[in-house]
């Protein structure tokens, strides 16, 4: 059998995009945490504050590694793969990931160093600094990224000439139409990431009566943030999805599982779609919803899969799956912000182990929403890799063989894994021990029945804890 270098090459800036984007999306999220945290120490003079802050500053920095060594490969992959989509877009592209690098590498390589290695080295308001600007750059960064994958979906301040794209201006080819929405979609997914793993290792340590008093603070301080960014989402998100109905009908299409143009169209909670045959089975769905929500208007008209031919639709069961589970969870994330709300209005926030167990198993959630919010991006995008000029196989590599695209994705895929497993490997580690003793910092002791080891993700074993 033939191996097909188009779907090779697709399949593997699919699993390395899908595996960087979880590490960028936690550490920009944790670099502002680490950020109010040093400058609350700072202002408060709080030692809480500084005890937490250090704890997450391992982890940022081990995430962050993470994050630089699965990144790097991902600009090779354009020349390698996809050399005629490089070559056509050099004009524009190659100066917005120089930019990249320019404004958010050198301004996170000048102040990581002090973030990690400068306390009680300078001044704490130096220190301070630091942290901010080692946020503000992972902003930065994400900002370039999303210029980029926005124009690449909402094309716009360029022309295609010879075959190569020419700036006719750099405003609208940055700002393009889909940039903005995307870019606090994606900024508020950071926050959810970072703040519900946070509350879920200090629910992880309130439930096992460990360091109590330090994770109180963390826990209060991130339910407050995820109060107000779980539902933000949800506004944000609901922005997006309008301006991709505006620029990308057929990509909603796909997202709802709308076959045939049609008024008053349901959003479907459930259904298997079919493209053999244009068609859904099984649908459960919501009348008139998807009408409602895409057009605000009960008989709204929503556009079909239909309207377009069958080579430019994009593959409508992932799409339409990931964007479900996306949606899914991110309901569920406000759900908790609201009871952490209730229960501190009981005054019960830190004493209910149904919440806290449940935050626990909440860790991996913010991470599978991002991926499938890529999936839908990504694949929902598809054939184009230009939206509506520049396709999949016309941006290919035209000498790649199907070996060649094999051969690289494998050791893509070996060297991700032990990548992967040596960073998670490190950060459980950094979890059980837990945060370094702060003896002017008093823990009060709170009877309480120790939970089993089945009772958390972390499966570490109380034996040892006990012994701790």
């Known amino acids: 059998m033939e191996l097909d270098p188009l779907l090779l090459s697709r399949l593997q800036f699919a699993f390395v995009v899908s595996f960087h984007a979880l590490f960028p999306v936690f550490t920009i999220g944790l670099a502002s945490f680490i950020a109010f945290l040093e400058f609350r120490a700072w202002q408060t003079g709080d030692a809480l504050y500084t005890r937490i802050s250090k704890f997450w500053i391992k982890i940022f920095a081990v995430v962050f590694g993470m994050g630089v060594v699965s990144g790097i490969v991902m600009s090779f992959q354009f020349g390698t793969n996809w050399s005629v989509f490089s070559y056509a877009t050099a004009n524009f592209l190659g100066p917005v990931l120089s930019y990249e690098v320019i404004t958010a590498f050198f ?20 220190h301070v600094f630091a942290a901010l600007m080692v946020a503000l750059g992972t902003f930065i960064s994400s900002f370039w990224i999303l210029v980029a994958n926005s124009w690449m979906q909402t094309p716009a301040g360029l022309e295609l000439v010879d075959g190569v794209f020419q700036v006719t201006s750099w405003a609208e080819a940055i700002f393009n139409p889909s940039f903005w929405p995307r870019f606090f979609h994606m900024g508020l997914a950071s926050l959810l990431t ?4 946070v ?5 992880y340590y309130l439930l096992r009566n460990k360091h109590v008093e330090m994770n109180r603070k963390a826990l209060g301080t991130t339910m407050w943030i995820l109060l107000f960014a779980a539902p933000a989402q949800l506004v944000v998100g609901d922005i997006h999805g309008l301006n991709t109905f505006e620029h990308q009908p057929t990509k909603v299409a796909a997202m709802e599982g709308v076959w045939e143009t049609e008024r008053g ?37 929503v556009p079909g899969l239909n309207e377009v031919p ?21 309901f569920v994330m406000i759900a908790f912000a609201l009871w952490s709300a209730w229960l501190r209005f009981r005054g019960d926030l830190f004493g209910s182990e149904r919440f806290l167990k449940g935050l626990t198993w909440m860790i991996p959630t913010p991470f599978v929403a991002v991926l499938a919010g890529w999936f839908v991006t990504e694949t ?3 054939p184009w890799l230009v939206y509506e000029i520049m396709d999949h ?8 063989t199907g070996g060649m695209a094999l051969f690289s994705l494998l050791g893509y895929i070996a060297v991700y894994a032990v990548v992967f497993t040596a960073g998670v490997y490190y950060i459980v580690r950094i979890v059980r021990k837990g945060p370094e003793p702060d003896h002017p910092v008093q823990e009060p002791q709170h009877a309480k029945r120790p939970l089993s080891a089945a009772d958390t993700p972390f499966n570490d074993n109380p034996a040892a804890d006990a012994r701790s």
């Open 199 to 203: 509350a879920g290792v200090s629910a």
């Open 310 to 330: 069958a080579e430019e639709r994009p593959p409508v069961g992932i799409t339409f799956w990931s964007f479900r589970i996306m949606l899914a969870i991110g």
């Open 194 to 197: 970072a703040g519900f793993v």
């Open 265 to 301: 169209a349901p959003f479907l909670l459930f259904a298997i779609p079919d493209s053999a045959n244009e068609t859904n089975h099984l649908e459960i769905g919501l009348p008139n919803m998807a009408s409602l929500v895409l057009t605000h208007e009960l008989d709204g008209e």
């Open 393 to 400: 196989a016309t941006g290919l590599t035209p000498s790649l």
């Open 107 to 126: 301004l996170e390589a000048a102040f990581l160093g002090v973030l990690l290695f400068g306390r009680d080295r300078v001044p704490q308001g130096v």
């Open 380 to 382: 929902g995008r598809a």
